[in-house]
């Protein structure tokens, strides 16, 4: 078994990712909590594909292990594609999903509902050590409710409804979310390079 190593501090990234990524044969997928720890470096590029090969870099130097880390958040149509990597700080606290919700309702509190237009866009890198490294894209559009909905996802998820569904992202079942999220999209995009690591 080749062991790749999920390298997030997202719980609940982490489940998702677990979710899809664990039945790949010949891959045992090891979290943080798995491996000695390593000092993070900050997200400072400037788009999703730059925070997710550089954490996934640093993942893959510190540990030795094929690497995959992502990075993800909310462009809003109304706000010029805003919070987008700043999705996870967008209320000046990292990871406080409250107050990013609040705010960014707030901020489209006057916008109608038909220009409440939004895309969930995740970037996912894999960094093999001494080998390749491998970015892809997922997204998925829809738009943004007046009020949270729902407390099965996690981020922007109670507030998010994706095209063709009349649920927010938080209101779908697990297996529903992971068929067509922004993230289920860019891991389907990494599998076949995460297979040919299977030993």
């Not at 805003?82 to 967008?90: E, H, K, Q, T, Y």
């Not at 067509?180 to 076949?192: I, Q, V």
Request: aromatic letters at 4%.
């Amino acid at each position: 078994m080749t062991r790749v190593l999920l390298a997030t501090r997202n719980a609940g990234k982490l489940v998702e990712l677990r979710r899809i990524l664990g039945d790949v044969p010949g891959i045992e997928v090891v979290g943080l909590a798995d491996v000695p720890g390593f000092p993070d470096a900050p997200e400072t590029g400037a788009t999703f594909a730059e925070n997710a090969l550089a954490k996934a870099r640093d993942a893959a130097t510190a540990t030795g292990l094929p690497s995959v880390a992502d990075d993800s958040g909310l462009a809003v149509d109304a706000l010029s594609g805003m919070p987008g990597v700043l999705s996870a700080r967008w209320s000046g606290r990292h990871g406080d999903d409250r107050a990013n919700l609040e705010l960014l309702l707030a901020q489209l509190g006057d916008v109608p509902d038909d220009r409440r237009g939004a895309a969930f866009v995740c970037a996912a890198a894999l960094v093999v050590p001494g080998g390749t490294e491998t970015v892809v894209h997922g997204e998925s559009t829809g738009t943004i409710v007046r009020a949270p909905r729902g407390s099965n996802g996690f981020g922007y998820d109670p507030v998010f409804v994706p095209d063709g569904e009349q649920r927010t992202s938080a209101e779908l079942t697990a297996a529903e979310k992971d068929a067509a999220s922004h993230r289920a999209r860019a891991l389907a995009a990494l599998l076949p390079h995460l297979t040919t690591l299977a030993t």
